[in-house]
């Protein structure tokens, strides 16, 4: 598979034409803060890691068009505050998505706890159908501060229906992993046409807030 970074909200190249119309998926991470929602999105669309914690304000975003057997798709990765405080923005973020991304950090068990209550938000109001659900448990590079074992995530994961993966956000070729596999995951089930046209125009400009590191932020 091959990628191709686009701007936001735009369908690639304006030169040449694609043989077929360029499928867009809106796909929304959750998760607990610091889980690593930010660092997964950065490393797939950037290649950069950063050890230090700015948690993400409200909602950032980001496209990115895939090349996947023949066709091409466009992923908008929404990139949501797993902060408490903006809760109730979920909905309206949640609206037209084709997947959602539950991110738990593997070394905390508070986060891991967690993931029912995102899934939940995930599909109120919505048919299960169409719905992509993909479960990561990210930060398995401190193995050695594990208390997420890798089949308690796989058994939670069967258990709500979602596709599995472990992954750090330090190494590439894991993060790639859980996009190409949520890429091939989705379907024309879940695509949302209308969302199209719905991309950010409102958003608001990136706004970070930096934190210490090691401070909890929920
Ligand atoms: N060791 C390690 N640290 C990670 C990994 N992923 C993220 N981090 C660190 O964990 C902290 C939080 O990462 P973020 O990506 O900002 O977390 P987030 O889920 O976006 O947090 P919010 O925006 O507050 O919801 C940062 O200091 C990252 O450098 C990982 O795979 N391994
Ligand atoms: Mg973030």
Not at 18 to 24: D, L
Not at 43 to 48: E, G, M, S
Not at 77 to 92: C, I, K, V, Y
Not at 110 to 117: K, L, N, V, Y
Request: glycine residues 6%.
């Amino acid at each position: 598979m091959s990628l191709d970074k686009v701007t936001a909200g735009t369908g690639g190249s304006s030169s040449s034409k694609p043989a077929r119309p360029v499928r867009s998926h809106k796909v929304v991470f959750l998760g607990q803060c610091g889980t690593g929602k930010t660092a997964l999105i950065r490393q797939f669309v950037h290649r950069t890691f950063d050890q230090n914690y700015s948690a993400t304000i409200g909602m950032d975003f980001v496209g990115k068009l895939l090349s996947l057997e023949g066709r091409q798709l466009r992923l908008q990765l929404w990139d949501t505050a797993g902060q408490e405080r903006f809760r109730a923005l979920m909905p309206s973020y949640l609206r037209d998505s084709s997947a959602c991304v539950v991110v738990y950090d593997v070394t905390s068990k508070e986060s891991f706890d967690s993931i029912r209550s995102w899934v939940e938000l995930a599909l109120e109001g919505r048919s299960r159908r169409d719905l992509l659900l993909v479960l990561v448990g990210n930060k398995i590079d401190l193995e050695a501060q594990r208390c997420v074992q890798r089949a308690e995530g796989e058994t939670l994961a069967k258990d709500l229906s979602m596709m599995f993966f472990e992954a750090t956000a330090k190494d590439a070729s894991l993060v790639d992993a859980v996009f190409h596999g949520l890429a091939e995951g989705l379907t024309s089930e879940h695509h949302k046409p209308e969302s199209d046209d719905e991309i950010v125009l409102t958003m608001q400009p990136r706004r970070r807030e930096a934190h210490d590191r090691n401070k909890k932020c929920c």
